[in-house]
């Protein structure tokens, strides 16, 4: 009776999920708490994922990724690699290697979100349509970080669950199946991006009716070199229009230099996106939005009294010096802290625009601590969750990152997902569900090639319905189980589950990655469906393929 029970709390919650009408995570703690008072399982059982090491482990990555993204190693090695492009196939053959190769060794949300930026420069630039880019880019990402123990959440939740099983996954276990497929996925990619997500450029004009004032402060990548070859010369969001240099204007084909004051009009995205590049060596600061106060009109001076805040951007042909501001006006302002903005009296309303300027000068910091986590998880020299954990505590240490920052990159709605998803696992196993699933799984396969047909087909439908960390945490154990009735080596049944759970190819709500780049692409949900398509079969052919010579040899 109590298998039916758990069944109808599991299938509950996962329709639920599914529905997007209700919070994934508000879903699984319903059905947590449900399973806890009807005792389907023990409570240490249902809030074992709150101490799971694959849990501990993303949110030390998460840590890890947040201290190399603000480096803007990233976006400054992307720019370096596009700036000779002019076709979006030129920018797939320029990406895919070093982003899949980055994708699997920190989380792929902030690396996405350094492509979007990418893609709408090269939409400024060279007319290259940002929909042509986005999409392929984020798929080459999720197939890339299942091949790695930490370049996917759900790798280090089915490591986890594993290890409770007695099974040791490696930073390199999922590799053996989930490359292949990265390949093939890849080269399927590249030959249907053009046909199946072709556009046209936006050429609305925008107004740049913002001065934007930006000093190059030692050391910079932008320094003794010239705009144009940065790329910061014009696009659609921005363009410089003036090089200052000890109070006089110089030519633009000028090299940059140290103490040099960058001026751009700009619209009020543009803003922002001159303040994320990783060129100028600005101080790791804030940029926020604020209001005027009523009263006077304020002045460059107002703002700068303390020396706290500094003026970034305002409405205005004239210099910001020579600005002044009515009450009511929004400026963009520079700052230390929140603290700083409010406590300003010239500030009336504010909220942050942005966050902290890249501090490139970490950049050999950030990405040591990086290969010394991948050096000791790989050779087994610590368990991953105290590299990565020792490796976030470096970033704080070393200054690549603050405090703050930290805590920031923590996002609890993520962790949570992760842990209900293991409480949900555990109501599987605990009401004997898995058993029965395994049983059924059994039956209707035939040897083991219908055993890893079967296996892959339901992961990927599980996967497209509900979050990847869900149906990791569901599907494991019951992997396990027949492994185990089979015989057969359950490392490579569980990189086969890995692999699949990362198929999240045809419903954009499936994958964080996925919803980022629907608005910046412009791509609708039957478009996203019709390009996954194609993919997913040949992936889900080439992991059924290699998954079955492994498990066969």
């Not at 083991?448 to 599980?462: I, P």
Request: hydrophobic share 50%.
């Amino acid at each position: 009776m109590m298998i039916y029970v758990a069944a109808g709390l599991v299938i509950a919650a996962l329709v639920a999920m599914a529905s997007g009408k209700v919070d994934p995570l508000l879903a699984l703690l319903v059905a947590l708490i449900l399973a806890g008072i009807l005792g389907i399982a023990p409570t240490s059982q249902l809030a074992s994922g709150l101490s799971n090491a694959g849990v501990i482990t993303v949110a030390a990555m998460l840590v890890i990724a947040k201290g190399i993204v603000q480096t803007g190693v990233v976006s400054r090695a992307t720019w370096r690699l596009l700036a000779s492009t002019s076709t979006a196939q030129q920018v797939l053959r320029r990406l895919s290697f070093p982003i899949g190769v980055a994708s699997a060794l920190i989380n792929t949300t902030p690396l996405v979100a350094l492509l979007i930026p990418a893609a709408r420069q090269l939409d400024q630039t060279k007319r290259i349509p940002a929909r042509e880019v986005l999409l392929p880019l984020a798929h080459v990402t999720t197939l890339a970080g299942s091949v790695t123990l930490i370049g996917t959440s759900s790798n280090l939740v089915i490591a986890g669950i594993a290890g409770e099983h007695g099974v040791d996954m490696g930073m390199l276990s999922f590799a053996a199946v989930a490359l292949p497929v990265a390949l093939v996925g890849a080269v399927v990619i590249y030959f249907t991006s053009p046909r199946a997500l072709s556009g046209t450029v936006d050429t609305t004009a925008r107004s740049k009716d913002w001065r934007v004032e930006i000093p190059v402060t030692a050391p910079a990548p932008a320094q003794d070199r010239r705009a144009a070859t940065l790329g910061i010369y014009q696009t659609r969001e921005y363009e410089l229009v003036g090089i200052q240099r000890w109070g006089t204007t110089i030519d633009l084909d000028e090299r940059i230099d140290a103490g040099d004051l960058l001026v751009f009009e700009a619209t009020e995205e543009g803003i922002a996106a001159i303040w994320r590049t990783p060129l100028f060596g600005m101080s790791a600061q804030r940029l926020y939005a604020v209001s005027v106060s009523p009263g006077e009109p304020a002045s460059l001076h107002d703002f700068e009294r303390d020396g706290s805040l500094r003026i970034i951007a305002a409405r205005s042909d004239r210099p910001l010096h020579e600005t002044d501001l009515n009450p009511g006006d929004t400026c963009y302002v520079a700052g230390e802290s929140e603290e700083a903005v409010a406590r300003n009296p010239a500030v009336a309303l504010w909220q942050t625009a942005t966050s902290r300027a890249p501090q490139p000068a970490k950049t050999l910091v950030a990405l040591g601590v990086l290969l010394c986590v991948i050096v000791a998880g790989s050779f087994g020299l610590v368990p991953a969750e105290v590299a990565a954990s020792g490796g976030a505590v470096l970033m704080v240490l070393t200054g690549v990152i603050t405090p703050r920052s930290a805590a920031r990159a923590l996002d609890p709605k993520v962790l949570g997902l992760l842990a209900g998803s293991i409480g949900l696992g555990a109501i599987v196993v605990e009401s004997g569900l898995a058993g029965v699933m395994a049983d059924a799984i059994s039956d209707i396969s035939s040897g083991t090639l219908g055993f890893v047909v079967v296996l892959a087909v339901a992961t990927t439908v599980m996967t497209n319905l509900v979050t990847n960390a869900a149906t990791a945490a569901i599907v494991t154990p019951v992997a396990l189980r027949i492994a185990t009735d089979m015989g057969v080596d359950p490392v490579t049944v569980l990189a086969l589950i890995g692999t699949c759970v990362s198929f999240t190819l045809i419903n954009p709500y499936s994958h964080q990655s996925n919803v980022m780049v629907m608005q910046p692409g412009g791509y609708t949900g039957a478009q996203f469906a019709r390009f996954g398509s194609w993919i997913l079969a040949t992936c889900l052919v080439t992991v059924c393929g290699v998954a079955y010579l492994l498990l066969s040899s």
